[in-house]
């Protein structure tokens, strides 16, 4: 049998290389941060992590994990409720919660699990979920596993969510569900605006901050903090793997009542292991340190502002943003790929986005801005898309 599905699969690949939509990876040989060297010795400028506060090869991180290694050992062999709860993790979740400005937190493996495994367990075919259409593929996953009434917006257009909203109203519960930032467009979802039209008609509203927590907001506490609206959503889902420090981990964040029932319930966390000590543990240090300071905050958004700026005076075609995502435009699937392989010649390390990831037409080159940035590094970076975007007739 594998002889034909063999032959099917190699048709399909053979096409994706084609279209010039083959996806390659590049070997990284160095820790994650600002400059990287690759398997081939090359060293290049990252613009393309999410390594949004430039932690994730932080010393006092790293220092929290060695010292989680020596007192709590590498791993946890369990799930949470079998015997894979530390303290460590109790710590982590309560620190969680203060950030957010919530009643209590669950940890998950990762953010993919944290927004798979909250629907489900708290939501029936009597219910309804009303998802922007911009959602990330784990929020749509989701709400695919729940047998809630699915409602669809068109991205952050609240007359849209506003007639989505009256639809539901047969219902017996709604919920609201958006990301807090767009990942491919930088876009900052209306959260004001969304939770008074939750008010209006009788719905919960859920975020996930991935791309916002630790990025949007005077003190990075994300949207609920750029908008005034700290505690007063119910949901809140987010990683640890992105501006948190970039190692892996999730959680959701919210009312203590849904949080305990999804202890209960929540699939992905009974059925997976625990964080290990060394993540978790330097976790905690990351929230430490994001109380104490926001001088990482300041510097990213300065950065952003920059890089903003300068590309834009340049000529590039930029979408709005408020976050640390800078949408480069080219509409071309194959331009993306092409412009993103002399980008690297010029040794800045970006990744061209084209169908299915964006909608088709929408290919672009996304960079991310990072504390870890300098502005020597921002300004080799504008001059290198400067030149390539010349030489193909971009700009």
């Known amino acids: 049998m594998y002889g034909k599905l063999k032959e099917h699969l190699q048709k399909e690949l053979n096409e994706i290389q084609e279209a010039g939509l083959y996806k390659s990876e590049r070997i990284i040989a160095s820790p994650q941060k600002a400059e990287i060297t690759l398997n081939t010795g090359q060293k290049v400028l990252n613009f393309c992590a999410n390594n949004y506060l430039g932690l994730s090869d932080h010393p006092k991180l790293k220092e929290a994990a060695h010292e989680a290694l020596n007192s709590h050992g590498f791993g946890m062999s369990s799930v949470r409720f079998i015997c894979g709860t530390q303290d460590l993790h109790k710590t982590l979740e309560a620190k969680i919660a203060n950030f957010f400005g919530t009643e209590d937190t669950i940890l ?68 609201i569900v958006t990301d807090g930032v767009f990942s491919m467009d930088g876009n900052v979802a209306p ?98 340190m994001m109380d104490q300071t926001n001088e990482l905050q300041d510097k990213l958004h300065a950065n952003t502002a920059y890089f903003m700026e300068k590309m834009t005076a340049a000529g590039f075609d930029i979408k709005p943003t408020k976050s640390a995502i800078c949408a480069v435009m080219l509409y071309d699937a194959p331009l993306s790929q092409k412009m993103a392989a002399m980008l690297l010649e010029e040794g800045i390390y970006v990744i061209g986005f084209y169908y299915p990831v964006v909608p088709k037409g929408q290919a672009r080159i996304r960079v991310q801005l990072s504390a870890g940035h300098e502005t020597e590094h921002l300004d080799k970076a504008i001059a290198a898309f400067t030149k390539v975007g010349k030489a193909l007739k971009v700009i």
Do not use: W
């Not at 509203?205 to 506490?221: I, K, L, N, P």
């Not at 319930?265 to 430490?288: T, W």
């Open 108 to 175: 998950y493996a990762a953010a993919f699990d944290a927004n798979g495994g909250v629907f489900e367990p708290l939501f029936s075919e009597e219910d309804a979920i009303i998802s922007d259409s911009l959602n990330h593929a784990s929020i749509i996953d989701g709400v695919r596993l729940c047998k809630a009434k699915r409602y669809r917006y068109a991205n952050a257009d609240m007359g849209d969510l506003e007639k989505q909203l009256q639809l539901a109203q047969e219902q017996r519960f709604r919920i």
């Open 191 to 288: 959260m004001d605006k969304i939770n008074e039209l939750a008010k209006k008609y009788d719905a919960l509203v859920m975020v996930d901050e991935c791309h916002s927590a630790g990025v949007v907001g005077e003190t990075g506490r994300g949207v609920t903090e750029l908008f005034n609206i700290r505690g007063e959503v119910d949901i809140i889902t987010g990683t640890l793997g992105k501006a948190f420090g970039g190692a892996i981990g999730g959680f959701t964040t919210g009312r203590k009542e849904i949080i305990e029932l999804l202890r209960q319930r929540s699939r992905p966390y009974l059925f997976s292991n625990s964080l290990p000590p060394v993540v978790v543990n330097a976790g905690i240090k990351m929230f430490d």
